[in-house]
Every structure is written in C-alpha cells, then in structure tokens.
C-alpha cells in the first residue's frame, strides 16, 4: 500500500518508464492465456521509536496441499507471494511500530493496512489473492513459499519479508498489496525498485529484472481483469519506481509490489471486494509471473 495506514497516497517523482500497453503487447507476445506500498507507516496507539530484532525467517514450504507439484512449464523454478500485512497486525501495534533497518534508514517493522470503507481489511484481500495465486502458479510446476499465510500473529517485519525471499532463492517474488488513497482515485499500479546501494541495501543487481518483471505483470493484470493502469500514480503507465520500501531495497532477487486497486474508492472497492474478481487478479499476477520466468 502507498498510505500511511489509512491516510490518502502521495505522489512520488516519476522515473522513466515503457506504458503498460507495450507491457500488455509484450505478453500477449510471450505468454498463451491459462485457463499493496507495503512497508507503509505506522499504525496508531504505539510507540514508533522502539527498536527489536526481527523473527527469524520461517517460510511457509510449497506445495500447500501437501501432494507433489505436478510438471509444467515453471518446473524447477521458485516464486516467493508476499501477502502485505496481516489480519492480526492491529492487536499487536507496538511489535510493528518498532523500526527495522531498510537500507535507506530506518522504518516500522509494518502497518495494520486499510481497507473498504465498508471494512474488508487490506490483509484479508492480501491473503486471500496470494493463495490463489499460490494455486494458479503450483499448477503450472512452480515451489511456491509464502511470506505469511495467516499463521502468524502479525507481521513479518519488512526486512524478513526481504530475506524470506532471498533466502528461498526465489526467481520472482511479488508483494500483493490494495490501496488506501482517496475517491477518484483509480485503478492498479506496480512499484518498482529504485537503484539503492548502502546500510545493506544493494539492488544493483535487481533493478533490471524488477522491471521487466513489473512490466510483464502490469500488461496481463490489465488484460486479464480489463482494470486501467493508475489514473493518480504512474503517469498512466501502471508503474512507480520507490526506494523508501524495504521490502525491495533489501532484496537480492527480483521483486515487485502491485497494488490491485483503491479500497477507498467505491468503485474499486466493488471489485476488491469481488471473489470473482480477486480471482482475475490473481490470474493476471500469475500470467506476468509466467511470461517473466518463461522468457
């Protein structure tokens, strides 16, 4: 998510970027059709000097059914689904108030998310598209780990977020995030990597495939679900470039955010909300996954 908990995004300084339909031309290209940012600020009540150590790393193992992946087209490959916050975030503010190093400086360890002004919670939509796209890439061969999979009482902190990936060896890693910007606002942005390089923080190695990851995602997340790219992020592009993420900063694989929509607006939010819908998501997140590592 781009907020600061439940407050309204900002926009950021734009950076060079191709428009998501050459992304979308790209895919179409590559790929046959198969049948939140994040780190935010911190959430209210808590003290958000405190400082802790993060938990230790324990990925969640694929597959998820417990049975063999079947062989596909992503056999042998490994995609790290890092479902931003989690539904038990706000009973536990003063753990993620507290400030984790993300490269660039210091921030808190993660926020409670937004949600609909009706309440569906960020979290509950995080999760509940990152285990469909779980099953969508298991089926296709891929080892899928998840960051957290509702089996945690908060977090992770962004920073093991980071290393759950770059310890899994991931060959694509996507934080799946929702929005909490103001009415009006509409549609799907992908964030991507800014170059960083100091406090532990190297990305040089990612910047590049982070973009052409983002840009594969972008083009079939509007093909599949027919949302527009961004009308307030992005230039109209579907892409945002950020270095104040630690998400991404301290990751050594190439990784991306997508925030599938606005939750504030009425009008996203009746898609957010939609089962039918985060399946399309999902979908459209697993087509961009897909044509990257196929490429």
């Known amino acids: ?33 198969s049948g939140c ?43 790290v689904i890092d479902p931003g916050h989690n539904p038990g975030n706000r009973d536990h503010t003063r753990e993620i108030n507290s400030r984790v190093a993300i490269g660039t400086g210091r921030k ?13 919670a960020e979290a509950r939509f995080t999760l509940d598209v990152s285990r469909r796209l779980r099953t969508l890439l298991e089926k296709r061969g891929a080892k899928v780990v998840l960051t957290q999979d509702g089996d945690r009482p908060y977090g992770p902190c962004i920073d093991e977020r980071a290393r759950i990936g770059n310890g899994a060896g991931a060959d694509a890693v ?12 509409r549609g799907f942005h992908v964030i991507l990597p800014a170059a960083v390089r100091g406090g532990g923080a190297d990305t ?20 599949v679900t027919g949302s527009a790219p961004s009308n307030y992020i992005g230039g109209d592009t579907g892409l945002d470039t ?46 961009g996954v897909g044509s990257f590592l196929k490429r």
């Not at 959430?43 to 079947?70: F, H, I, N, Q, Y």
């Open 242 to 287: 950020r270095k104040d993420l630690g998400g991404l900063n301290l990751s050594t694989v190439p990784k991306v955010f997508i925030e599938c929509g606005n939750m504030r607006d009425p009008d996203d939010a009746a898609l957010l909300t939609s089962a039918d819908w985060r399946q399309k998501a999902a979908l459209g997140i697993a087509e």
């Open 108 to 120: 808190e360890c993660d926020t409670t998310g937004t949600a609909t002004d009706a309440g569906y």
């Open 174 to 185: 996507v934080s799946v995030h929702a929005d909490g910007s103001a009415h009006g606002n």
């Open 1 to 33: 998510m781009r907020h600061d908990d439940f407050t309204a995004s900002l926009p950021r300084p734009r950076a060079r970027r191709r428009t998501v339909f050459a992304a979308a031309g790209l895919a179409c290209a590559c790929l046959t059709v």
């Open 37 to 79: 940012g994040g780190d935010g600020g911190p959430a209210p009540g808590a003290d958000p000097s405190a400082a802790r150590s993060s938990d230790p790393v324990t990925p969640e193992p694929s597959p998820a059914s417990g049975k063999p992946l079947p062989r596909g087209p992503l056999t042998g490959r490994t995609v």
């Open 204 to 223: 040089s190695g990612i910047v590049v495939p982070s973009r052409e990851l983002g840009e594969r995602i972008a083009g079939n997340f509007a093909r």
